[in-house]
């Protein structure tokens, strides 16, 4: 399938993880196709190893066990798999199949890199005010792996609330909220409408509604909402950003990871102007550098770094007593 599609030309195909790695050590290739249920080492026990073989190539995890709602999917992906496919039973849609197939290889090869490279210094952390009473993270493509570093550098006891929208099914979200809550060491849930912002909380959009915010008599709380928006997503950033800017302004801090497209840059750009910071993956880190690039690229972000270095970065600064 991936060779009839005329754009891309098979490197070697082999049979487990062991080949793979020795075929990885002599030659450089630009995707990987990786199953999960192979014989000697499965898949996801060797996902860090392939990825560190294949030097900067992204993996692409083609199995049955990636169902949506899977536990295979939200584990590859938090473990730095760019993308996952299901497939599809002896025979069953084949066609189709190869289709989406030979989309997902492409968007992974043709992302653009949306924005030049930082110039050393041009954005600096120091940019990024010393309190905010909320933390909003939005991400798609490579994000999950990209957000698993974010939490991992902030410790339990962090208290400002972590808003997350994260391109994912419906189906996907309870495990991932559950995922969220072990990297992170503190509480995660799926959003409900209305539900309050607490401190030391992580809460993330479901997968068929944007995450807003709203200012209530006390604090202040979700809202969910399925209105249209121009990046075509749901959930979708920008919504996230756009009402944090009206509520929390200033005493917000935007982060921006790994994804495809432009979602969050429209939000990131009225956040800027309430006076909210903004920082954004480096394109180097990042699976796909379209959603951080396309906010560095409108002059939006304060600062540009690794996941790692944001987590820390968030860590340093806290809400006042």
């Not at 692409?60 to 496919?85: H, K, N, P, R």
Request: proline share 7%; hydrophobic share 45%; charged share 20%.
């Amino acid at each position: 399938m991936v060779e009839a599609s005329g754009r891309f030309v098979v490197a070697d195909a082999v049979s487990d993880v062991r080949r793979a790695l020795e075929s990885l050590k002599s030659q450089r290739v630009d995707v990987i196709l990786l199953d999960i249920e192979m014989p000697g080492i499965d898949g996801l026990t060797a996902l860090p190893d392939v990825l560190a073989a294949g030097q900067g190539a992204k993996v692409l995890i083609v199995s049955s066990s990636a169902d949506e709602g899977g536990a295979a999917t939200i584990q590859a992906l938090a473990l730095g798999a760019a993308d996952t496919l299901v497939k599809p039973g002896v025979g069953a849609f084949a066609g189709k199949f190869a289709e989406v197939l030979e989309d997902k290889l492409s968007r992974l090869l043709d992302a653009p890199a949306e924005a030049p490279a930082s110039a050393p210094g041009q954005f600096r952390p120091a940019a990024v005010p010393d309190h905010f009473d909320v933390v909003a993270i939005g991400a798609s493509t490579g994000g999950i792996h990209a957000l698993s570093q974010v939490l991992r550098a902030i410790p339990p006891t962090f208290q400002v609330p972590i808003l997350v929208t994260q391109h994912l099914p419906a189906s996907f979200m309870s495990y991932f909220a559950t995922q969220l809550a072990v990297l992170a060491s503190r509480p995660c849930e799926v959003a409900t409408d209305p539900m309050r912002i607490r401190p030391g909380r992580i809460i993330v959009a479901p997968g068929d509604a944007h995450l807003r915010c709203v200012r209530m008599s006390e604090g202040a709380a979700v809202r969910l909402s399925h209105e249209k928006v121009a990046s075509g997503c749901m959930p979708s950033v920008d919504p996230m950003f756009d009402s944090l800017a009206e509520t929390f302004g200033d005493r917000t801090l935007g982060i921006v990871l790994s994804g495809m497209g432009r979602d969050g840059s429209e939000g990131a750009r009225r956040l800027a102007a309430a006076g909210g910071s903004v920082v954004v993956q480096d394109r180097e880190s990042s699976t796909v550098w379209g959603m951080p690039g396309s906010v560095a690229n409108a002059g939006c972000a304060s600062a540009i770094l690794p996941p790692d270095e944001i987590g820390r970065l968030i860590a340093s600064r806290r809400r006042p007593a």
